[in-house]
Structure formats: structure tokens, C-alpha cells
């Protein structure tokens, strides 16, 4: 009996003395696998002062702008298009470190055309709509880089980087003006409809009387298709059905005509019914006021439908970009392959749906090479070089892959902005 106590106690020991040797592996493996991940206390409290010191010094340069014209006004590279986007870069600078949300983007919106921007979650569609209109959150979300140049006649423009907030309380609204996803959080649940759409007409219309301005929105109510206009003016939010206040989002964005309208995946909260009778309408209004649409959607029939030119977006860069017929019939991408494979096909029997593999890298730690190769399933010997470049591959499409390297022009490689050098 003491012998078996014995070996008992002896065997616990050997189980004890491994312990702090397991414990030390398990944490060297949690190290390693945590390694892209972790940050040190010290080191998230240094990349908060260098932050706080970067934001403060593009707040003041921002401010600057206020005080002469010539720091925020340019050259249209076309006057043809109503917005170019020259190498934007915007970032969110976090306590972990900076978020490169849009890296050196690239397109063109030309007059009177809808061009249809698709992406799965996350790349940077919306960051894009938020850094043409300014509203991004400041000042941890700031565009560090490039210039969003947009059109104000006899082929002047101005640079919306380094607009003043007093300049672009004029354009906002009134010359460019934007539908939001979520209808119900846009409009505000304590002001009645009337009061919201006046509002809006008011601030860019000061000479307007009071009855001119009721009018106005009235008839802004019955041209989106609301057939109870004075019954709808005074209503709250909460009495419209989603394809209402949609409606009533529409109205307001297009009460000062503007030359730009942005729609923020405007029929993400509607059903199948009421999205085609809000692409209608949008198309229609689009039509008449002879204005252009930059759609911000991940639904491809609603782009295949709408739009003329379509940019496909990954990770903060777009990766192609061309007509609708280039993009849909004629993709060059790998990633664009995969999203036209992932959409189901009417009439199409399939066990399962297509799903591009792997995920997204990491937004902090982007890698030097192509975003998108770790994923890829066509990868070429090139594509552990630098980033690939823009490569034109017809008179209308644009493709930054390796594949067309050799046969296509070659335009030009993203320029990323140094932070440190700011």
C-alpha cells in the first residue's frame, strides 16, 4: 500500500515539474499565432500621441484653407466628368494603428451617367461617398492624400480635400446631395416631414418665403410619387411604411437639383416590389433634372440595371473598373470573376453557391503584394512582386492584375501615402 502511495506521489511530482514547461509552450504558441494581432500597452500609447499630433496638425492645415481660394480650387482634368477621384487616400488613425479604409483610388463620374460602385463589406465603398461629402468622422477619419476634384464650371473644380467647412456647407445638399442607406435613422423621428424637406430647401434658398418654400416641397413629394402629399407633410417618420420615407429621402436629395446624387445602397431596407419602383423613379429623376448617380450597392442586378460604368472595389483599391457590358460580360479580375460566379443564375440548378475562399487581410498590415493573391485561384509568377499596376486592356476597361500585364498599357501603380512623412 505505501509502495502504490509511493509511485502515486512520484507520478504527481512529474506531472508538476511539466507544468510551467506546458504553460510556457501554450503561451509561445498563443504568441505566435497572436503575432499580427497583439500590441503592447507602450506601443498603443505611442501610436495615440503620434495620432493625436498628426490630426491636430491636418486640422489646422484644413483650417488654413478657409483663408484663401486658391488652396482648395483646380483644374478639371475632363470637364466632361462632374467628380474625378485622383489617388484619394483616407485613413482612420486607431490606437492599434492607422486603417487604410480607401489606398490610392482612382475613377471618374461623368455628366449625366450613373456609375454603379460594388464591393462586399467593408472595402471602402461608403468611406469613398463620405470623404466626397466631408462627412467623415474627424478628426480620427481624415483624407491624407490625393484629390477629389469636383466640377464647377468653365473647367474649374475644387479639390473637396481641402475645402473649407463653409464651402462645403454650400455644395452639400445643394449641389451634391446624398440618399442614405437606413431611411428610418436618417430622417429625424421628432420633426414632421414637412419640416425636414423644408429645412433643406430654406438653407440653400434664403430669399424663398415661407410659402414658396411649402410649395417647393409639396411638389418635390408628388414628384417622387407620393400621392397624399399634404397628408404626408405633416406626418412623422414613423407613420410611413420603408418605401415612404425611402421616397421622402429621395425628395430631400434632390430639393436643390444637384448636379451629383449618391446613393448609399438606397434599397437595402425595402422589398423586392418597392427597389424596382425606387431604381424607377431614381432613373427617371435622374433623367429630368440631368443629374449623375454614384451607386453604392452589393447587389450586381440592381447595377447591371442601373448603371453606365461600374468600379469594383477591394480592400480599400479599386481593382477594375469599366462599362457596365465590360464589367458583366467581359470581367478581367479574378475577384470580379468570383462575384459574377457568386450571384445566383435564374433557370440555374446548383448544389450550392460559389464562395470566393480565404478572407480580407488585415486593414492595418496590408501586405506589398496584390491584396487579393492570397485568394486568388489564377495566380501568375508576378504576383509576388509590388502591388500590380492599372492596366488598360480596351479603350474603356481597366484592370490592375498581373494576367493582362504583358498584352495590356500599362497607366499607373497606386501611390499609398507614408504617414511618418506627413
Given at each position: ?48 500621441r503620434f495620432n493625436r499630433k498628426l490630426t491636430q496638425k491636418l486640422e489646422k492645415e484644413r483650417a488654413n484653407a ?357
Amino acid at each position: 500500500m505505501a509502495k502504490d502511495e509511493k509511485n502515486l506521489n512520484s507520478s504527481a511530482e512529474n506531472e508538476n515539474k511539466n507544468l510551467p514547461q506546458d504553460n510556457a509552450e501554450v503561451k509561445q504558441d498563443k504568441k505566435k499565432k497572436h503575432d499580427d494581432t497583439y500590441i503592447s500597452g507602450k506601443e498603443s500609447r505611442r501610436i495615440s500621441r503620434f495620432n493625436r499630433k498628426l490630426t491636430q496638425k491636418l486640422e489646422k492645415e484644413r483650417a488654413n484653407a478657409n483663408k484663401d481660394p486658391k488652396l482648395y480650387t483646380t483644374k478639371m482634368r475632363d470637364p466632361n466628368n462632374v467628380v474625378e477621384f485622383d489617388n484619394v487616400c483616407t485613413y482612420f488613425f486607431t490606437d492599434i494603428g492607422t486603417v487604410r479604409a480607401v489606398d490610392g483610388i482612382s475613377f471618374d463620374v461623368p455628366k449625366c451617367s450613373t456609375v454603379g460602385i460594388v464591393g462586399e463589406s467593408g472595402c471602402g465603398k461608403s468611406v469613398t461617398s463620405l470623404s466626397l461629402m466631408q462627412l467623415l468622422p474627424r478628426p480620427t477619419g481624415q483624407t491624407v492624400g490625393g484629390e477629389i476634384r469636383f466640377n464647377i464650371g468653365n473647367g474649374e473644380a475644387y479639390n473637396i480635400v481641402n475645402t473649407p467647412n463653409a464651402k462645403m456647407m454650400e455644395i452639400r445638399g445643394n449641389r451634391v446631395s446624398m440618399i442614405f442607406q437606413e431611411p428610418m435613422t436618417s430622417l429625424n423621428p421628432v420633426f414632421r416631414i414637412g419640416a425636414q424637406v423644408d429645412e433643406v430647401i430654406a438653407l440653400h434658398n434664403p430669399d424663398m418665403s415661407k410659402d414658396a418654400v411649402k410649395e417647393r416641397t409639396l411638389e418635390m413629394l408628388e414628384l417622387v410619387g407620393i400621392a397624399n402629399k399634404e397628408g404626408v407633410y405633416s406626418m412623422y417618420p414613423h407613420e410611413l411604411s420603408g418605401g415612404m420615407r425611402q421616397r421622402v429621402m429621395i425628395a430631400i436629395a434632390l430639393a436643390c437639383s444637384p448636379e451629383l446624387i449618391i446613393a448609399d445602397e438606397p434599397t437595402t431596407a425595402l422589398d423586392v416590389t418597392i427597389q424596382a419602383q425606387i431604381l424607377d423613379l431614381l432613373r427617371a429623376l435622374k433623367d429630368k433634372i440631368k443629374s449623375s448617380i454614384m451607386l453604392i450597392t452589393h447587389d450586381l442586378g440592381v447595377v447591371a440595371s442601373m448603371a453606365d460604368y461600374v468600379v469594383v472595389m477591394y480592400a480599400g483599391r479599386v481593382v477594375e473598373k469599366g462599362t457596365a457590358e465590360d464589367i458583366f460580360h467581359h470581367p478581367g479580375h479574378p475577384y470580379t470573376i468570383g462575384l459574377m460566379r457568386s450571384k445566383p443564375v435564374v433557370g440555374k440548378k446548383v448544389d450550392e453557391l460559389y464562395n470566393i475562399p480565404g478572407s480580407v487581410p488585415n486593414p492595418v498590415n496590408m501586405p506589398n503584394y496584390c491584396y487579393f493573391k492570397d485568394r486568388c485561384e489564377m495566380c501568375t509568377e508576378k504576383c509576388s512582386g509590388q502591388y500590380p499596376p492599372e492596366i488598360k486592356i480596351s479603350d474603356t476597361h481597366v484592370v490592375s492584375c498581373y494576367r493582362f500585364y504583358d498584352t495590356g498599357e500599362i497607366l499607373h501603380y497606386p501611390k499609398p501615402v507614408n504617414v511618418e512623412e506627413l
